[in-house]
């Protein structure tokens, strides 16, 4: 594949973006890990969707996945980027595309107790430094930052 095809956003709706999404950020994760990182993408979209909410969470599942530093598997140049972008289009994500399903649903149980944002446990980022978890699942360290 090309490097500027690998490049090329991928076209989708909502319930693949979100799939992509959590395949590329936890795929490899527990389930109940892929889970908390759909709930962070659904609280995401509902605080977005307030009146006065934090615009650059991005508008709608697609927007919230694809905004601009919120999730790495979207970020050009970065391994899993290039892992989405030679994903055959309507590739089998497996449990991705389910828990997807059940976000986008209203079925999916939020494990995160409203988290906003996460990271690996094996670094701290500058903006976790004093925050309290609201949740650790499977290597993810989860808070709620907005809201």
């Avoid at 055959?88 to 939020?110: K, M, N, T, V």
Wanted: proline share 9%.
């Amino acid at each position: 594949m090309s490097a500027v095809l690998a490049q090329a956003p991928r076209v989708a709706g909502p319930a693949e973006v979100l799939a992509l999404t959590l395949w590329g950020e936890a795929a490899a994760r527990p389930v109940r890990a892929i889970e908390a990182v759909a709930s962070v993408v659904m609280t995401r979209v509902r605080l977005a969707a307030t009146p006065g909410g934090p615009a650059h969470l991005g508008q709608g599942v697609v927007g919230v996945c694809r905004a601009p530093f919120q999730f790495a598997c979207w970020h050009p140049g970065h391994p899993r980027h290039q892992a989405i972008a030679e994903l055959p289009q309507g590739a089998e994500l497996g449990a991705c595309s389910r828990i997807a399903a059940r976000a986008l649903a209203g079925a999916l149980p939020d494990p995160t107790a409203g988290a906003t944002h996460y990271h690996e446990d094996s670094v701290l980022p500058r903006w976790a430094l004093g925050v309290t978890p609201t949740a650790t699942l499977g290597g993810l360290v989860f808070y709620r930052l907005i809201g």
